[in-house]
C-alpha cells in the first residue's frame, strides 16, 4: 500500500527517451487533438495497453476453462462498449486487441465538445472546458480529459450561465463550420481506414496469405 498523500503515477513514460518516430507521432496526435502534452498521450497509451494486457489473460483462462474468466470478459467487453470505445454491440476480447490511441482520445471530453460543433478548434474546447463553459449531466465539468461515456455523450452542452449560449457570440461555432469540421473528421477516417486495409494487405502479401486462403 502507497502512502495516502502521494497518487500512484496512473500512466506509464516511453522506456526509451529518445526515439525520432515515436516523438514525431506524439507530436502530431498533441497537435490534432489540442493536447497540453504528450502526458495525455502516454495516459491513453497506458489505458490501452491495461485493456490489452486484461483481454490476452482472459483469453488464456477462457482456453483452459475459467467460469469466471468468462464473466470477468463479459465484464471487460461491457466496460469499453459504455465507454464508446468498442461498438455498443457485437465486441469481443480480440477487438480489444485491436484498438488504438484514437480510439481513447475521441472519447475525451474535449474532443467530443469540438466533434459536436461546441467549439471551433480542438483548443478552443480544451479552454472553454477549463473555464467551465460546458455541462454534462447537468453538472459544470472542467476536467478537457474525462472519458465521456455513450450515456454521457448527448447530455455535453453549453452551460446555461455561458455566453456562449447566445447564438450570436463572435466566438461561437457556425453550422456552416460546423458541418465542414463534420466532413474533414469523415474524410481524415475513411483515409485512416484506407491505410490500415493497405498495410493489413501488403502483411498479408509478405507473409504469402491470398483471399482464397482466407475465405477457407
Known amino acids: 500500500m502507497g502512502d495516502p498523500k502521494f497518487s500512484r503515477k496512473a500512466y506509464d513514460t516511453p522506456s526509451h527517451p529518445w526515439q525520432g518516430e515515436r516523438i514525431k507521432a506524439e507530436a502530431e496526435t498533441v497537435r490534432t487533438y489540442g493536447l497540453k502534452n504528450k502526458t495525455e498521450v502516454w ?15 482472459l483469453q488464456a483462462r477462457l482456453r483452459s476453462g475459467d467460469a469466471q474468466a468468462k464473466v470477468e470478459s463479459d465484464a471487460l467487453v461491457a466496460k469499453c462498449a459504455r465507454l464508446g470505445i468498442l461498438p455498443a454491440a457485437g465486441g469481443d476480447l480480440n477487438a480489444i486487441l ?10 475525451r471530453l474535449q474532443t467530443i465538445v469540438f466533434q459536436k460543433g461546441l467549439a471551433t478548434t480542438s483548443k478552443q474546447a480544451r479552454q472553454m472546458i ?24 448527448s447530455s455535453v452542452s453549453y452551460n446555461p450561465a455561458s455566453p456562449f449560449t447566445d447564438e450570436n457570440h463572435p466566438m461561437r461555432i457556425s453550422a456552416q463550420q460546423a458541418a465542414t469540421n ?10 485512416a481506414a484506407a491505410e490500415d486495409a493497405a498495410a493489413a494487405k501488403a502483411d498479408a502479401e ?10 477457407n
Request: proline share 1%; glycine share 8%; net charge negative.
Open 206 to 215: 509478405e507473409a504469402g496469405i491470398t483471399a482464397e486462403d482466407g475465405a
Open 130 to 153: 477549463n473555464h467551465g463553459h460546458i455541462f454534462m449531466n447537468g453538472h459544470r465539468v472542467t476536467v478537457p480529459g474525462y472519458l465521456v461515456t455513450r450515456e454521457e455523450e
Open 182 to 191: 463534420a466532413e474533414a473528421r469523415a474524410a481524415a477516417q475513411d483515409k
Open 43 to 57: 495516459k491513453a497509451e497506458s489505458l490501452l495497453r491495461n485493456f490489452r494486457k486484461q483481454s490476452r489473460e
Open 98 to 107: 485491436v484498438l488504438k490511441d484514437e480510439d481513447v482520445l475521441n472519447r
